[in-house]
């Protein structure tokens, strides 16, 4: 089992830039595919990012690809989304996940155990 905190959330103007982190404790942090998920208010909560277990490969949701990064630091059990150039159509609850089973997913029904989540609002 593992438990999931997100931070770095915040406000922020179109065109800025934030860093969301994920801190994972419990089970080995590398033994996870991890992924970033995202919910609006009245929406349902859609893929942002994922990134594999050994080989770090990436995966990035077309809405966002160019725009934000997701890594991993498993040294730290940390994963990390930078989002730059942000629009206000990126705003929404952002949400870490961890699956046992996958790598790479996009679907939330893959992933296990989820964090809190943590706010990003951005201003036009």
């Known amino acids: 089992q593992v438990q999931l905190v997100e931070s770095g959330g915040g406000l922020v103007q179109a065109g800025g830039s934030l860093r969301v982190s994920c801190v994972a404790s419990?089970?080995?942090?590398?033994?996870?595919?991890m992924g970033w998920f995202r919910q609006a208010p009245g929406k349902e909560r859609e893929f942002v990012a994922a990134i594999s277990r050994a080989s770090g490969r990436t995966y990035h949701a077309d809405s966002v690809k160019g725009r934000f990064t997701i890594s991993r630091d498993n040294a730290k059990n940390t994963m990390y989304l930078q989002m730059n150039n942000l629009k206000p159509e990126d705003t929404a609850v952002y949400y870490c996940a961890a699956t046992e089973y996958y790598d790479g997913s996009r679907r939330p029904n893959d992933y296990t155990y989820w964090g809190q989540g943590t706010q990003v609002t951005v201003s036009s």
């Open positions: 419990g089970r080995t942090f590398s033994s996870y595919g």
